[in-house]
């Protein structure tokens, strides 16, 4: 089971950080990623890391602006947004993976959390 927060309304141009508990998961094992969903719109692949050998994704829109990492330790996700633009206004989900592998496919993800709302004015 994952568990987000950290969702929430900030201005263009502020950050936030998201967080999603995954209690059973062993980052070493298994790919974990974030998507978002935006009113309308179909959910789109954020970003995505998986280890062993190191794999790291994001979507154009958003690179050099976020940031995937994890803390194994706390079995904990997280997705850094900074210098955020309306148009990244979306519920984020991060899910996972049975196994390694990156994939920006929605179906290509077994498990996922509840969703947080990101809401970013102008």
């Known amino acids: 089971q994952l568990v987000e927060s950290g969702g929430g309304l900030v201005q263009a141009g502020g950050s936030l950080r998201l967080s999603c508990t995954a209690p059973?998961?062993?980052?070493?094992?298994?790919?974990i990623g974030w998507f978002r969903q935006a009113p309308g719109k179909e959910r789109e692949g954020v970003s995505c890391?998986?280890?062993?050998?190191?794999?790291?994704y994001y979507v154009d829109s958003v690179k050099g602006r976020f940031t995937i990492s994890t803390d194994n330790a706390k079995k904990t996700m997280y997705l850094q947004m900074n210098n955020l633009k309306p148009e990244d206004t979306a519920v984020y989900y991060c899910?996972?993976?049975?196994?390694?592998?990156?994939?920006?496919?929605?179906?290509?993800?077994?498990?996922w959390g509840q969703g947080t709302l990101v809401t970013v004015s102008s």
């Open positions: 059973e998961f062993n980052f070493d094992e298994h790919a």
């Open positions: 899910a996972g993976r049975r196994y390694v592998g990156c994939s920006r496919s929605v179906e290509m993800f077994d498990y």
């Open positions: 890391f998986s280890r062993p050998g190191i794999s790291v």
